[in-house]
């Protein structure tokens, strides 16, 4: 997931992470756009 990211949040997600991911249908040209998230604390 780090690693594809085109983006760089400085944070540290490991195994236990809960995360959740989202991704849209594919679009005309076959691409797709996908979110995580990871739960940083529960309140």
């Known amino acids: 997931m780090l690693t594809k990211s085109k983006v760089d949040f400085g944070i540290d997600?490991?195994?236990?992470?809960?995360?959740?991911?989202?991704y849209t249908?594919?679009?005309t040209s076959g691409?797709?756009?996908?979110?995580h998230s990871y739960l940083e604390k529960e309140v």
């Open 13 to 22: 997600v490991n195994k236990e992470a809960k995360c959740l991911s989202l």
């Open 31 to 35: 691409n797709r756009t996908i979110l």
């Open 25 to 27: 249908c594919t679009d």
